[in-house]
């Protein structure tokens, strides 16, 4: 019996995803809820675990695109099922016979109750036990048989512990090559299919005494095994990196995440009316603020007091003031957002995602702190679900812990804005008539001039600058 490894679904948008790794090897036994494979698309990256144990059988490599749904490696999970024919059917046989020996004696005993005369009845018991011995000894010399060669080569056996996948001993009856004979180069010594393959080709023989011919059997040398029809599946190899113009360059696949990205960005140039607009803002207060907190902060709520929050909650409050760019098109239609789930844009090895902090106006600093954290490893570990990046109202991106100075960020569809943060650097600024060095920060929003204007885009990096330069609104609303 085996089980059918297919690709779930995802989401309602992901028709198609990407093997990125096979966790455990063609052949290898494997266990109920162990790790098997992770499929990327382009949105998420899932683990895919084993539903049932057994051992397993890859049907398509890693670096394949495959459909939802697609089956792409079996589990067979029962031993009979890997049984050779011709065994079972010996093995019935030999029932077959013991049934005949028991009907038998049986039978002697019923004739003798029923005084039947006796030389009759020990003539028809001998001639059935008779014609019993002889079919189980003619029985006996086949099995001989078939098995004096394999005695003859006992010390040339490899040890099998390992595990051989259903598919490899498929290949091997229909080819009639013995897998004691074959090296595997598997986990543990596993044989795979290419060993089969290589054996046939001679290479195995290398491993072997030049004395002892190497016999390679065809399926119709060997009449009592069953004709798989086996054909081993085909699938295009992923192209690896590839040097071109005399190594000057290197030619690689795109991932899905990236095509996704790139399609993602691409139509928001296309069709939105990109603007940015930019303010400045010093950072003294909200440093000094962390700097005299954070002790008391890490002690009562265990995570830090960073940046992040206190932007996300300078944005809530700028798009209370306009609900403008809390806004999105739909047809000819305007939705104005009554929510505040704000997206963080997150750089990780897969590339840019956006996980959305729902409900940023009813959180504390403390829960948002433990939001960002926890987005933050799971998109490095590669577990973020796709609810976790879908329905943000507005995105922030903190381009500034890269070092970026300025930058004009791209909106997020079917968002109306974005705000892009950047490096903290000191720079002398006239304060009160007088230069003074402080801790400067550009902020650069970029808007849909569709829906928003220049004055709205204005008023609200006004209200998050004031907001950031004196914290103490953040708590009053003012």
């Known amino acids: 019996m085996s089980v059918d490894i ?12 990407f093997i990125t790794q096979w966790h455990k090897t063609d052949g290898e036994m494997v266990k109920d809820g162990d790790l098997l494979l992770t499929l990327d698309t382009d949105k998420i990256s899932t683990e895919i675990a084993a539903e049932s144990a057994g051992i397993l ?18 589990i ?17 046989t030999i029932s077959a016979i013991d049934v005949t020996e028991q009907t038998a004696s049986n039978d002697k005993d019923k004739d ?20 019993t011995l002889i079919a189980k000894d003619e029985l006996s010399a086949q099995t001989q048989t078939k098995t004096a060669p394999s005695e003859k080569k006992r010390d040339l056996r490899l040890d099998r512990k390992a595990p051989v996948s ?39 023989q290398e491993t072997l005494p030049e004395s ?23 699938h295009e190899k992923p192209s690896p990196p590839q040097q071109e113009e005399g190594g000057r360059v290197t030619r690689k696949r795109l991932s899905p995440i990236r095509r996704k990205i790139a399609d993602h960005l691409v139509s928001a140039q296309r069709d939105a009316a990109l603007l940015t607009t930019f303010n400045e803002c010093d950072m003294s207060s909200i440093m000094s603020l962390r700097k005299e907190l954070q002790e008391d902060f890490v002690a009562k709520f265990g995570v830090k007091l960073g940046f992040m929050s206190i932007f996300i909650k300078a944005v809530v409050e700028g798009l209370k ?59 490095s570990e590669g577990k973020l679900e796709l609810t976790d990046l879908q329905g943000g109202v507005f995105t922030i991106s903190n381009g500034g812990i890269y070092g970026s100075m300025l930058s004009t960020p791209i909106i997020n569809p079917p968002q109306s ?9 000191e720079r002398p600024i006239a304060l009160n008539g007088e230069v003074v060095i402080r801790p400067m920060m550009y902020l650069a929003l970029s808007y849909d001039h569709r829906i928003v204007d220049g004055r709205e885009a204005v008023t609200f990096l006004k209200r998050v600058k004031d907001c950031i330069e004196n914290p103490a609104r953040l708590l009053v609303g003012a």
Not at 112 to 131: F, G, M, R
Not at 321 to 340: C, K, M, P, S, T
């Open 76 to 92: 067979s999970s029962s031993a009979e099922d890997e049984q050779p024919q011709n065994l079972r059917e010996e093995e019935e």
């Open 321 to 379: 003031e306009v609900d403008q760019i809390n806004a999105r098109i739909d047809g000819n239609d305007l939705i104005i957002n009554h929510f505040y789930d704000i997206g963080v844009a997150v750089g990780s090895e897969r590339g840019l995602v956006v996980p959305v902090i729902r409900d940023c106006d009813k959180k504390s600093f403390a829960d948002i702190e433990k939001d960002i954290a926890n987005y933050a490893t799971l998109a």
């Open 112 to 131: 003798s109750q029923e005084d039947i005369p006796q030389d009759v009845a020990k003539s028809v018991s001998q001639n059935v036990v008779t014609e």
């Open 57 to 74: 059988e890859i049907i398509v490599q890693e670096g394949q695109d495959v459909e939802i749904g697609a089956v792409v490696g079996k």
């Open 212 to 234: 002892v011919p190497v016999k390679k059997s065809k399926v119709s040398d060997r009449p009592n095994l069953p004709n798989f029809n086996l054909k081993p599946i085909q």
């Open 417 to 425: 804005a974005i705000l892009g943060m950047h490096n903290i650097i």
């Open 166 to 204: 259903p598919a490899v001993k498929k290949l091997a009856n229909e080819k009639g090559v013995d897998l004691a004979l074959v090296r595997g180069t598997g986990k543990k010594g596993a044989i795979l299919k290419k060993d089969v393959i290589s054996y046939l080709g001679g290479s195995s």
């Open 6 to 17: 297919t690709i779930p679904s995802v989401g309602e948008s992901v028709s198609s995803g």
